[in-house]
Each structure stands twice: as structure tokens, then as C-alpha cells.
């Protein structure tokens, strides 16, 4: 709410909410704090059941009704100059993150952004990018070319107007493919995933781990190394009403076709802050019903920490909204935004520096940010050590619980948060 009303943002916000009949969804169109409309349907005329823990996939049956449509092309003309239509969950609302709301709102043919949950300003690295990919294919999956999906990322990620290195994770059976497409370049690393082995095979059939070893791999072939934007490739899952990305047992044993080896979205935001990640993005390998579990995962990265959160779920010969995307969060200039196949949470200041420039929206600007954010320093260089982009993060994500702080034991958390962020600044 905040950041919508400073921003004056053209928002629908969506609102699961409870009723003895089942649950409802409050579809409300706001411009900038003006509430303006309001239609509340049953949760079931959008295609989805109730949250249950026997859901299957094919279950989900999307579809826009048309009283929300109409609102929405209320919205749409109300923008002007390529403005974004901006979409927001509500409080206790995760599960409608299920939808692929830019896909049913594609007749629209306007942009659309996800409002983030954090008002912390966003980061943005200097000339230098540099990017840490995970794929994985497991069996208990359908098996994806996983080499086709680096292959656009490392080259989409390679045209955004700054110099990019990466560094490639990925399972025994993809390694050596990769070695074929990328060996030799000085701007790619390929990890070799016998360098997993001490860390051990993932826990599968259940989805209450804490660890994997993919990430713990991961962690430590970088530990020398600050990584800007951290982005993962695998099927989706949902056990439980949760989402979850379905992965092989370990990068080097990948037997079981029963079940994957589930990570939480926990165990991701853990690694993208210890990795100084300022941005998370997931991509499906397929357009088919593992996906579902995976747009579960983006909406709750997106709670979880700051910086931008991308979604990619299209059919993989789909490229073109995926680099717009990129150019939004990386590049610099204007470029097309993206619109009905990607999910992309990003704070409205970044669209001044990235996507068009000062001259975005005409007489738009941005409002300042609350004062209490003011402290906090946005990391521009990418010479930033790890451990300085972790705990940037790790202090935007705890102002978050704070910024209205109830007790004396908040405030006074919030002011060590302040000054350690003043330490920051300072150093920088």
C-alpha cells in the first residue's frame, strides 16, 4: 500500500477472502490512493479450488471473469505513455500467486508489474553483471534440454549494454553439454558437480528440508565471488498448499522418477542474500502444469525479501518479453516493457533509470522514499565485497517488520539498523 499510494501507481489489488460459502476474491482498481472499484466472486470463477493439500495440477483451469475484466479495462485507460498497470496481492493472499494474472490479462495490451512488498530502494550493479545459474532436470520429472535454457539466459544476459561473466550449476547429465556449448569462453565458469559430493544427496519425498546441497555447493564454489542476480531453472511443484522448485536428489545422482528433492523459497532468499544476489529470477522449463508450483515460489520470494523477483514461465522459444524483462532490471535506455508472460516484481523508481529514462510517463516522477529508508545505502558498484551486499539486504529485509515499530524493543532494533547502515554508507 504504501509504495502504491506514494507512487501513485495504477494498481488492481487482489484479496483472497473467507466466507462460509467459500473463498472469495476482492478484485479492487486503485489510482494511487483513489479507490475506485470493487468486484468480489467466488474464488472458483477464476479457475481455482480452495487450498487443498490433495490439489493436482491439472486442477487449475485459469480463467479472467469478465466483470474483472471490465475493471481492468477501466484501468488501462487511465495509462498513458506506456505506463505500467501494476498488480498487488494482498495480506493472506498467496495463494492467488497460483494465477498467471499477465497471461490473463494479456488482452489488456498494456505492461504489467507486480507491486514489490519492500519500499527499499533497488540496487543496481555498475558495468559489471555477474550472474550464478542453477539448472536441474530431475527424473521424477519430464526431462528438459537444460542446455537450451543457459544458452538464452547467458546470451540474453550478455546483451544488456555492460560486460557479464557467469557461473554455471548444473546436474551430471546437463555438465557436459554445457562444457560443449560454453567451453572455452573466459566469461562463462562451468562447476563441475562432483564438487557436490561432500555435501551429500537431498532429502526426497518429503518437503520440510532446510538444506540442499545444491545450494550448499553453490554457496561455497562462491565464496570468493558476489553475485548480482541469482537464477534458477526446474520444474515447479506443489505439496501442501505451498509451492516449491523440484530439483534431482544431488547435481550428481539423479535416479528416483517417484519424486523430486524439493527446495522452499526459504532456502532460495537464504542463498541469494549470502550470495550479496540483489535479484532472484526463475525460469520454467516448460510451459506445462509444473509451473504452477513455481509461480507459488515467485509470489513468496517476493514477501520474503527486497530486489527484484522475475518469473519466467513461457514456452521456451518465448524470448522476446524475458529480454525486455532483463533490460528492466540490468540494462539502461528505453526498451518495450514486458507484458503477458513474465512476472516481475520491481520497485516504480527502477523504471526511471532503466527502462526510459527521466523522460517515463511524461510529468510522472516517483515520491520520495519514507525517511526511515533513507539511511539505508544502495549499492551501485559491483566491487561491493559479499559480505557487504548480504547484510545490505539482510537490513532491508528486517526494516521491513520495523518500519512502524509497536514497542521499545522494536525502536530500538530499528535504530541499531539504522546506524549499521550509516556504517555502510559511510564506507562506501
Known amino acids: 500500500m504504501q509504495i502504491r499510494n506514494e507512487h501513485r501507481l495504477t ?24 479507490r475506485v472499484n470493487e468486484h468480489t466472486l467466488p474464488l472458483a470463477d477464476y479457475g481455482v479450488p480452495e487450498e487443498s493439500e490433495d490439489l493436482q495440477s491439472n486442477d487449475i483451469q485459469p480463467v479472467l471473469p469478465a466483470a474483472v475484466q471490465q475493471l481492468c479495462e477501466q484501468l488501462a485507460g487511465e495509462l498513458e505513455n506506456e505506463e505500467p498497470l501494476w498488480l498487488q496481492l494482498g495480506p493472506r493472499s498467496s495463494w492467488l500467486g497460483i494465477l498467471p494474472w499477465e497471461a490473463l490479462l494479456g488482452s489488456l495490451n498494456v505492461p504489467v508489474l507486480r507491486v514489490p512488498n519492500f519500499t527499499a530502494l533497488p540496487t543496481r550493479p555498475d558495468s559489471q553483471l555477474t550472474v550464478a545459474i542453477c539448472l536441474s532436470s530431475p527424473k ?8 537450451d535454457q543457459a544458452e538464452v539466459l547467458v ?10 561473466d557467469f557461473h554455471l550449476f548444473a546436474d551430471a547429465a546437463c555438465h557436459h553439454l554445457l562444457v560443449e556449448r560454453f567451453g572455452g569462453r573466459d566469461d ?14 537431498g532429502r526426497t519425498r518429503t518437503t520440510s528440508v532446510q538444506s540442499t546441497p545444491w545450494f550448499d555447493w553453490m554457496n561455497a564454489a562462491l565464496r570468493d565471488t558476489a553475485i548480482d542476480h541469482l537464477h534458477i531453472v526446474s520444474p515447479g511443484y506443489i505439496r501442501r498448499n505451498r509451492g516449491f522448485l523440484a530439483v534431482a536428489q544431488s547435481p550428481t545422482r539423479n535416479v528416483d522418477r517417484g519424486w523430486s528433492h524439493f527446495i522452499r523459497s526459504e532456502s532460495i532468499a537464504k542463498l541469494a542474500s549470502r550470495l550479496g544476489a540483489g535479484s532472484i529470477g526463475l525460469t520454467s522449463p516448460s510451459s506445462n502444469r509444473w509451473r504452477w508450483g513455481m509461480r507459488l515460489v515467485a509470489n513468496e520470494l517476493a514477501q520474503l525479501r527486497p530486489g527484484p523477483i522475475l518469473l519466467h514461465d513461457a514456452p521456451h522459444h518465448e524470448y522476446e518479453e524475458l529480454s525486455r524483462a532483463l533490460h528492466i532490471v540490468f540494462g539502461e535506455g528505453a526498451v518495450a516493457m514486458p507484458s503477458s508472460t513474465i512476472g516481475l516484481w520491481t520497485h516504480p523508481q527502477r523504471l526511471l533509470y532503466y527502462s526510459h529514462g527521466d523522460d517515463y510517463r511524461g510529468s510522472w516522477k516517483p515520491a520520495p522514499t519514507p525517511s526511515i529508508f533513507h539511511a539505508m545505502p544502495t ?3 559491483t566491487a561491493a565485497p559479499r559480505w557487504e551486499r548480504s547484510l545490505h539486504l539482510d537490513l532491508n529485509t528486517r526494516l521491513r517488520d520495523l518500519s512502524a515499530p509497536t514497542s521499545a524493543r522494536a525502536a530500538g532494533e530499528l535504530s541499531a539498523i539504522e546506524f549499521v547502515a550509516g556504517l555502510l554508507e559511510e564506507g562506501s
Open 155 to 164: 546470451g540474453e544476459m550478455g546483451n544488456l549494454g555492460r560486460q557479464a
Open 379 to 381: 549499492i551501485e558498484r
Open 11 to 34: 494498481t488492481l489489488r487482489l484479496s483472497l477472502r473467507p466466507s462460509r460459502s467459500g473463498s472469495l476474491v476482492a478484485a479492487t482498481s486503485f489510482l494511487g490512493d483513489e
Open 188 to 201: 562463462v565458469t562451468i562447476y563441475d558437480p562432483a564438487q557436490s559430493v561432500p555435501y551429500g544427496e
Open 140 to 147: 521424477a520429472k519430464e526431462e528438459y534440454d537444460l542446455r
